[in-house]
């Protein structure tokens, strides 16, 4: 007879670790409290926590006389940020966000395809370096190194020049809006930086995503006589579309909460994540800088309400 069917009630341990080991076999949901405990007091106090502090503080307001905080709560913060230039500062983070997520896209799928339909062995394994190895290097070198790469002095420039398309690209950075006195100072030195340091976050999805693409669709889909666009727009699209959502979630909220690249490569104008940066530390109008915190917040979530809505979660 098999020594699993044997019910039998289980031999006491001694010690301790015995009895304790013994309580545990006997009660599964103690095991479970102790193992879930931890990291959801951990999420619900350090995270949430400092979550609800930041939501509680923007309905606090600053004295402008004083610059005391004052703790009567009031909506008149967030009726700052209708203000022409605070709303010229979300308007301009918002516009990056969906810029630098479009070019994300449009680079990532490639790359993303040929690793998932047609890399194999050796090349597939390059490929995952390929994409991870950036990630493993200082966040600060990366965006240093850019800045040094897009100064005037830098590759970039010394490319122009030597190919003697250097007036050209004066001329782009005289235009207003997306030029400025280098590339390493320009809103599209910014953009390119923000694209180069958050493209692994859409490239793995995708990549994720496409690898679920079952061979046999695309096949039936040829010898109904599809066209390889319409393969592409009516077959694989909508299959690797959850993993565009998943990469525009990345690259979408951290363009829109980070300031060390608008900071270290853009102008004078700045971002949310450089406002609250400057609003807190600088300043000391941590309400301001509070309300201002909210806005990603509810953009990113009004973001994944719609995409829940749409379906674009089913097959993650």
């Not at 890399?119 to 950036?134: E, I, Q």
């Not at 830098?154 to 003697?164: E, N, Q």
């Not at 690249?261 to 104008?269: F, L, M, V």
Request: net charge positive; hydrophobic share 55%; proline share 6%.
């Amino acid at each position: 007879m098999s020594v699993l069917a044997d019910s039998g009630p289980r031999p006491a341990r001694e010690g301790v670790g015995g009895r304790l080991s013994d309580l545990l076999w006997r009660r599964p949901g103690v095991l479970l409290a102790l193992l879930l405990v931890p990291p959801l007091l951990w999420l619900g106090v350090v995270y949430l926590g400092s979550l609800f502090a930041l939501l509680l503080q923007s309905f606090f307001s600053i004295d402008e006389f004083s610059g005391v905080i004052d703790r009567t709560p009031t909506l008149k913060t967030y009726g700052e940020l209708l203000r022409p230039a605070n709303l010229d500062i979300i308007w301009r983070t918002v516009l990056m966000a969906a810029a630098v997520t479009v070019a994300s896209v449009a680079v990532a799928f490639p790359i993303a395809y040929y690793a998932a339909r047609h890399a194999r062995g050796r090349w597939k394994a390059l490929f995952y370096l390929g994409v991870m190895l950036p990630l493993w290097s200082s966040y600060l070198v990366k965006v240093y190194a850019w800045k040094l790469i897009l100064a005037k002095e830098g590759i970039v420039g010394w490319g122009f020049d030597s190919l003697g398309l250097g007036r050209v690209l004066e001329a782009f950075l005289a235009v207003p809006g997306i030029g400025g006195n280098s590339l390493s100072v320009s809103p599209t030195g910014t953009f390119i930086v923000f694209v180069y340091v958050w493209l692994p976050f859409m490239i793995l999805p995708i990549q994720a995503a496409l690898e679920r693409v079952p061979d046999s669709l695309v096949e039936a889909s040829g010898d109904l006589g599809a066209t390889p666009g319409q393969t592409f727009r009516h077959v694989i699209w909508p299959l690797a579309l959850p993993g565009v959502v998943a990469g525009s979630i990345f690259t979408f909220s951290l363009t829109l909460g980070d300031y060390i690249i608008p900071q270290i490569i853009g102008t004078s104008a700045r971002f949310i994540g450089l406002a609250v940066y400057q609003y807190q530390g600088t300043a000391g109008n941590v309400p301001l800088a509070a309300a201002f915190a909210v806005v990603p917040i509810v953009i990113m979530g009004s973001y994944l309400a719609v995409a829940k809505r749409l379906g674009a979660f089913d097959a993650l």
